[in-house]
């Protein structure tokens, strides 16, 4: 999942968490976990859900990632809570993140720390940045190896939360971005 450039005011439930960073080669069965756990979410939250998608380092085919599967949920209005957080915690998700300054989103979690949940309210820009930035890493193999070079020389260095890492991948993000989009390849 990609963390814009923008200065955020995060609401870190639990508070900041010292993690290893750790990038291992692509995994074929990061598709069928997404897969498993859409199943999930959609049956938690269906009728509030209008779109799910795989997103991240891990739905690129051939992508050396962080074994975190991420996924995008869209929901009408991601303020209004009471419309999938219950159901999103009965099914097993735990509420990381409330950003209210950004964008309203939210972040949930497994408890095993491997399936992140972004949820996001239908228009938000970060919804076509987000699959904009894996679609061309699915299509374009330079540009694909690049941000792996990038990611495994970040993750070689100590940081005090994953957060840190996710900032520091900024600038070759947005220069990813900007080359799909000049190229006329934003998505949605």
Known sequence: MIVAA???????????????IRI????????GKFER?????????????LRIEHVGSTSVPGLAAKPIIDI????????????????LEG???VLRVREPDWHEHRMFRTLDRDVHIHLFSVGCPEIQRNLTFRDRLRRNAED??????????LAAKDWPDMNAY???????????IA??????????
């Open 72 to 87: 995008l949920v869209v929901v009408p209005d991601s303020a209004n809570e009471s419309a999938y957080l219950p159901q």
């Open 24 to 31: 291992v080669d692509y995994d074929h069965d990061w598709q």
């Open 37 to 49: 756990h859409a199943k999930i979410i959609t049956e938690a939250i269906g009728g509030s859900m």
């Open 166 to 176: 996710a900032r520091a991948k900024t600038e070759v993000i947005e220069s990813i």
């Open 144 to 153: 694909r190896e690049r941000y792996e070079r990038v990611k495994r020389e």
């Open 179 to 188: 080359t799909a989009q000049a190229a006329g390849e934003a998505c949605c």
């Open 6 to 20: 923008e200065p955020q005011e995060s609401v870190l439930i639990g508070g900041i968490e010292k993690r290893d």
């Open 91 to 93: 099914a097993g998700y």
